[in-house]
């Protein structure tokens, strides 16, 4: 793809999503989101490979359908009630429509069946935009919309995700898949806290783009597409694996490490409302979700060594990444629980 191709469909992306977060109109909202579909598919489908095309189409026809979804929610909104806006949304039914289409937008589950089909077929860093960027078009929504959204629906949608992203990743072998269960895992603990905190739904999400980010750069750099290349990469960059090891466990929920923060303040603020069925769910959830992050960080580090080898063959040689992007999201990624108080 030609260096003029690729920045025209990334600017799309971003003004898509720029044109979602800042509209107060569904028509708008639904054109931005409109604009992240069609800038992403070539991206999907560039490899010119069937499990490229069949990713692509599967992306296309999931985000059609949701993005039909939500027009048909709001219109029956503004003929319910007359209006466009979206902080408005005031009709049940638009409402239980318009959770259903976001859901199948992000990848919640009962509606996650297409995500991990989709990474799967995609290259990493396409994988690394679907996961982290694409997400902030429709949790915008959900963020304008959190006082109407059923909460009902919600967290059973929340105990769903959080279960199967835990239960479906512990039989992959595929890093693409694993992360694509690490996402829907984590959309359920956001899921659960939109309408009863959304300023906590804003620190899970920073906190979730962060984590995602430094996972697939350490996943870049180490070329690992599969457990396998995973247990061979400490012989390449025995620094990078151990990073990788503790973003892992991060994304785990694992203390002392970031990941453990979102949980922690979701699990007591869901008891705190009397939601302790949900929580408990959720944390048992958890458990499931750090066992296989567990087994692929004790891949990784079975085999590291005290020293390298020199030897250049074509799977030791490593991909050029944005260093930058990665010194920022690690510390973030790694070393945010001590501030736990200051949120609180």
Not at 91 to 105: D, G, R
Not at 182 to 197: F, K, N, V
Not at 290 to 298: A, Q, V
Request: hydrophobic share 50%.
């Amino acid at each position: 793809m030609s260096p003029t191709t690729t920045t025209i469909l990334m600017s799309s992306l971003a003004t898509g999503t720029i044109i979602t977060a800042s509209s107060h109109h569904w028509l708008m909202a639904w054109v931005g989101l409109e604009m992240n579909t069609l800038a992403i598919i070539p991206m999907i489908s560039k490899q010119h490979h069937p499990r490229a095309t069949e990713a692509a189409t599967k992306y296309f026809l999931t985000q059609a359908a949701a993005s039909a979804t939500i027009l048909f929610s709001s219109t029956t909104n503004a003929w319910q009630t007359g209006t466009w806006d979206i902080i408005n949304m005031t009709s049940p039914t638009a409402n239980m429509l318009l959770t259903v289409a976001l859901a199948m937008k992000l990848g919640l589950a009962p509606m996650h069946f297409w995500l991990p089909e989709v990474l799967q077929g995609s290259t990493i860093k396409t994988a690394l935009i679907i996961t982290t960027w694409q997400k902030l078009a429709p949790m915008t929504l959900i963020l304008m919309t959190s006082n109407t959204l059923p909460t009902t629906a919600l967290l059973t949608m929340a105990m769903i995700s959080t279960l199967l992203g835990g239960w479906a990743g512990l039989n992959q072998t595929q890093t693409r898949k694993i992360m694509a269960y690490s996402s829907i895992a984590h959309l359920g603990w956001m899921a659960a806290i939109t309408t009863i905190m959304p300023n906590l739904l804003m620190l899970n999400l920073v906190l979730y783009l962060s984590m995602t980010t430094s996972m697939f750069y350490m996943l870049i750099l180490l070329n690992s597409k599969n457990i396998k290349d995973m247990a061979t990469s400490p012989t390449t960059s025995p620094t990078a694996t151990t990073i990788a090891m503790l973003t892992l466990l991060s994304l785990g929920g694992l203390p002392p490490l970031t990941g453990f923060m979102p949980k922690w303040l979701i699990i007591e603020e869901l008891t705190t409302q009397n939601f302790t069925t949900t929580a408990t769910i959720l944390a048992l959830s958890a458990l499931l979700s750090l066992f296989f992050y567990l087994r692929l960080s004790y891949s990784s580090t079975i085999t590291l060594a005290p020293n390298t080898t020199t030897t250049k063959h074509k799977w030791r040689f490593k991909p050029t990444i944005n260093t930058a992007l990665l010194t920022t999201t690690l510390p973030t990624s790694l070393l945010m629980l001590p501030i736990t108080p200051m949120i609180c």
